[in-house]
């Protein structure tokens, strides 16, 4: 059978996730891999090293594909810094809903938690730039060391928020995943109004609706 010419990453991630999907379990190795989707197995190594590696670049590329998308957008570039975020987020996690059984089965099967956030390593690179990108307001310490510090606590946060924003989407099972895009849009708004020191009530806002869902899932 001739192989196919034209093998990209795009080709490669597409093969692999389809593989997953109909399979439930990771190709035996990449020769077998190779040969089952008419291509060299070669050509897997000139963009992979590994699975794991294919496999965290699979999540790197849905930030990617996620800052593409808003890049098309003229209007996205009118928007203030907290629009921005939840603009990502939102674009963000319908492509993870596009591609739910695969995300599922990625971080849940098998793994450990550590083991999961070893998936997200490059889309954390990707997560942070977008931020620093956003240069959030932060406070005039006058003293360059110090407020490194600080801008990389805002990246940290702001992972740690993303992190908890994906795991109540994995446990999430409302219509639509309509509890997610409310959970993006009090967490966001919660955490600008903590760096704008502006008055709590979207913070307590965020709070009564985690405290009413951890209800909700216990009961």
Same mark, same amino acid.
């Given at each position: 059978?001739?192989?196919?010419?034209?093998?990209?990453?795009?080709?490669?991630?597409?093969?692999?996730?389809?593989?997953?999907?109909?399979?439930?379990?990771?190709?035996?190795?990449?020769?077998?891999?190779?040969?089952?989707?008419?291509?060299?197995?070669?050509?897997?190594?000139?963009?992979?090293?590994?699975?794991?590696?294919?496999?965290?670049?699979?999540?790197?590329?849905?930030?990617?594909?996620?800052?593409?998308?808003?890049?098309?957008?003229?209007?996205?570039?009118?928007?203030?810094?907290?629009?921005?975020?939840?603009?990502?987020?939102?674009?963000?996690?319908?492509?993870? %809903?596009?591609?739910? +059984?695969? &995300?599922?089965?990625?971080?849940?099967?098998? #793994?450990?938690? @550590?083991?999961?956030?070893?998936?997200?390593?490059?889309?954390?690179?990707?997560?942070?730039?977008?931020?620093?990108?956003?240069?959030?307001?932060?406070?005039?310490?006058?003293?360059?060391?110090?407020?490194?510090?600080?801008?990389?606590?805002?990246?940290?946060?702001?992972?740690?928020?993303?992190?908890?924003?994906?795991?109540?989407?994995?446990?999430?099972?409302?219509?639509?995943?309509?509890?997610?895009?409310?959970?993006?849009?009090?967490?966001?708004?919660?955490?600008?109004?903590?760096?704008?020191? %502006?008055?709590?009530? +979207?913070? &307590?806002?965020?709070?009564?609706?985690?405290? #009413?869902?951890? @209800?909700?899932?216990?009961?």
């Amino acid at each position: 059978m001739a192989k196919k010419k034209n093998i990209t990453p795009l080709f490669i991630i597409s093969a692999y996730m389809n593989s997953i999907l109909e399979h439930g379990e990771q190709p035996k190795n990449v020769y077998a891999f190779a040969k089952n989707n008419n291509f060299d197995e070669a050509k897997f190594y000139e963009f992979y090293s590994s699975f794991e590696v294919l496999e965290e670049n699979i999540f790197s590329t849905f930030g990617t594909n996620t800052l593409q998308v808003l890049s098309n957008s003229e209007e996205f570039e009118t928007f203030d810094a907290r629009n921005k975020l939840l603009s990502f987020y939102y674009t963000f996690f319908e492509q993870l %809903t596009a591609n739910r +059984s695969y &995300v599922v089965y990625s971080l849940t099967v098998d #793994k450990k938690p @550590l083991q999961s956030l070893k998936l997200l390593k490059e889309l954390k690179h990707v997560f942070t730039a977008f931020i620093e990108s956003l240069d959030l307001k932060t406070l005039d310490l006058n003293q360059e060391r110090l407020e490194r510090i600080q801008h990389k606590a805002i990246n940290e946060t702001a992972w740690i928020q993303f992190i908890l924003t994906l795991k109540f989407w994995l446990d999430d099972t409302s219509s639509s995943f309509d509890k997610t895009d409310q959970y993006i849009e009090k967490s966001v708004n919660a955490s600008f109004d903590l760096i704008d020191n %502006t008055p709590l009530k +979207s913070i &307590v806002d965020f709070g009564k609706f985690i405290f #009413k869902e951890k @209800l909700d899932i216990r009961s």
